[in-house]
């Protein structure tokens, strides 16, 4: 990291639990370059009202049904269209050719109530660092201003089909596994009540990492795929897509990146056979050092997954 110019500090087990204490903790790193932890929901609100000062009128509870070339249809009407930008995420795809690309992979998280002086104490955290694990399938843990803990990742879960419905927001079995990792985590906080749980669905691809397209004569254009990585990446996203729509050539649209799309994922039943093959494997090398078996080393050689 530091070869890319990062600013890094590494610390061995003493060093990682005087920032953060837990049995489970043997090393660290810490990433002080161009990092931040944001609030999403009040970011969402802000480009809002940024949006509405710019004199973009959002419409809600407006599905749209399909779409096509000058033309976007909802349940009630039609709307004529220049051009048309997709940021649909882990939603039904309105391009078949997107769907090709994208499974819907839940994600659930916890939040603590505040956190006391004393159980504040007995983790430290004052630099109040975003932590993660470095397991494949990791937990990913923030300090709120109000001193709460939100805990979530670990399980993602692919269900047959890749349905996204409101439904699946709620999901007592990842829960409650996630609620018996965050007290192995922090046993020291045992008793501390969850206030909040929640999920949703991730735009997964195979190559975990946002792509691009057009389609309609140049018309339409979509972002998507960014694989739980998109607080930050959309911005970038955003941008490259917007250019696509306007046929620019900039750096981003003229990359190999940006043209090249992921490896498609089968259809099913081989896509959920294949997720959860992927899973299960991903599941045995973090119970097993980190050892990497067959399966996923060739999955490594065909650049898939999050060394792609
Ligand atoms: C539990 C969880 C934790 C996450 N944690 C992190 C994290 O720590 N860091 C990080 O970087 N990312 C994280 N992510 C991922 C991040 O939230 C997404 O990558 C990001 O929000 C994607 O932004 P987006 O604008 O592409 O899509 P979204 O924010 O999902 O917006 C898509 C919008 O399109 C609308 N839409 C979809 N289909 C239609 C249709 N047919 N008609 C009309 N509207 C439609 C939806 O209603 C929605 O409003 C997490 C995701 C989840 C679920």
């Not at 795809?93 to 109530?113: H, K, S």
């Not at 900039?250 to 990146?257: F, K, R």
């Not at 045995?284 to 065909?302: F, H, I, Q, S, V």
Request: charged fraction near 25%; include cysteine.
């Amino acid at each position: 990291m530091r070869r890319f110019g990062h600013e890094v500090e590494v610390f061995d087990r003493e060093g990682v639990q005087a920032e953060v204490a837990s049995p489970l903790y043997r090393g660290g790193i810490w990433d002080k370059t161009d990092s931040a932890i944001l609030d999403p929901g009040k970011l969402a609100d802000g480009l809002r009202r940024a949006a509405h000062a710019q004199g973009v009128r959002i419409y809600e509870h407006s599905e749209v049904t399909a779409i096509g070339e000058g033309q976007v249809r909802t349940a009630k009407s039609v709307v004529k269209t220049d051009k048309t930008l997709l940021a649909t995420s882990a939603y039904k795809p309105l391009l078949r050719e997107m769907g090709r690309y994208i499974a819907p992979v839940y994600d659930y998280a916890l939040m603590t109530e505040p956190l006391s002086e004393a159980q504040q104490q007995s983790i430290g955290w004052r630099n109040r660092q975003g932590v993660g694990d470095g397991a494949n399938q990791f937990h990913y843990y923030r300090l709120t201003q109000d001193n709460r803990i939100l805990f979530g990742g670990y399980d993602a879960v692919y269900r047959y089909g890749g349905p996204v419905e409101p439904q699946y927001d709620d999901y007592d079995q990842s829960f409650a596994m996630l609620s018996q990792h965050f007290f192995t985590n922090f046993p020291q906080l045992e008793g501390i009540r969850f206030t909040h749980r929640w999920g949703g669905a991730i735009d997964t691809c195979s190559r975990f990492s946002a792509f691009f397209g057009t389609a309609h004569n140049g018309r339409t254009a979509y972002a998507t795929g960014y694989t739980g990585l998109g607080v930050a990446a959309t911005r970038f996203g955003a941008q490259t897509a917007l250019d696509l729509l306007d046929g620019k050539r900039t750096e981003a649209t003229q990359s190999q990146y940006v043209r090249s799309k992921p490896l498609p994922f089968p259809p099913e039943p081989l896509r959920y056979a294949v997720i959860e093959l992927t899973r299960r494997k991903l599941d045995k090398a973090d119970k097993n050092e980190g050892r990497r078996g067959l399966w996923l080393k060739t999955l490594d050689k065909l650049g898939l997954g999050f060394d792609s």
